[in-house]
T-cell receptor, first 109, second 116 residues
């Protein structure tokens, strides 16, 4: 079966760095996405990785290792507004998205 | 502001009643999707449409139907609501139905449905 695993919840301190991991087992791979979802709001697109390596976009970076079925989202210089759920999703061989349950990130002052 | 509009925002519904969730986009995206989001689970695809006039079943289509008469509108109908359909429903769209590259989704704000 297809499976996306990510931690349910993480806590970090304002100004610090946090890494949110995602492991996947899917039928085929055509890219991995990270979305941010604030409580009660819609998910919004953060990043897309299809090749191995690190993609940097401001305070946020996303890493992919296809051979290990592994990705992480790195958030630097954490701000209170980064408190949200972070959703990992894999585009399978049919270009359908398989979603993880999301990681709730709590930022403490 | 370009985007996706969903209605209603929230609804409480008696079991057995018929309900249509509305979704309209103004980005001229070809593909549209309906997802449900439940606590502890990932987003689950209910139905999708790759282009106007076509629809397809997702992971959890039972009890739901959709239509795509034009590019902009993609309503989701619950013919006879049951309590297990209590959820938050998100409509989404993308300008690519896949085939190459990133299929980035734009989501509506969601419709919270409670079936009693």
């Amino acid at each position: 079966g297809q499976n996306i695993d990510q931690p349910t919840e993480m806590t970090a301190t304002e100004g610090a760095i946090v890494q949110i991991n995602c492991t996947y087992q899917t039928s085929g791979f055509n890219g991995l996405f990270w979305y941010q979802q604030h409580a009660g709001e819609a998910p919004t697109f953060l990043s897309y990785n299809v090749l191995d390596g690190l993609e940097e976009k401001g305070r946020f970076s996303s890493f992919l290792s296809r051979s290990k079925g592994y990705s992480y989202l790195l958030l630097k210089e954490l701000q209170m507004k980064d408190s949200a759920s972070y959703l990992c999703a894999v585009q399978d061989s049919n270009y359908q998205l398989i979603w993880g349950a999301g990681t709730k990130l709590i930022i403490k002052p | 502001i370009a985007g996706i509009t969903q209605a209603p925002t929230s609804q409480i519904l008696a079991a057995g009643r018929r309900m249509t969730l509305r979704c309209t986009q103004d980005m001229r995206h070809n593909a549209m999707y309906w997802y449900r989001q439940d606590l502890g689970l990932g987003l689950r695809l209910i139905h999708y449409s790759n282009t106007a006039g076509t629809t397809g079943k997702g992971e959890v289509p039972d009890g739901y139907s959709v239509s795509r008469a034009n590019t902009d509108d993609f309503p989701l109908t619950l013919a006879s609501a049951v309590p297990s359909q209590t959820s938050v429903y998100f409509c989404a769209s993308s300008d690519s139905a896949g085939g190459s590259g990133a299929n980035v989704l734009t989501f509506g704000a969601g419709s919270r449905l409670t079936v009693l």
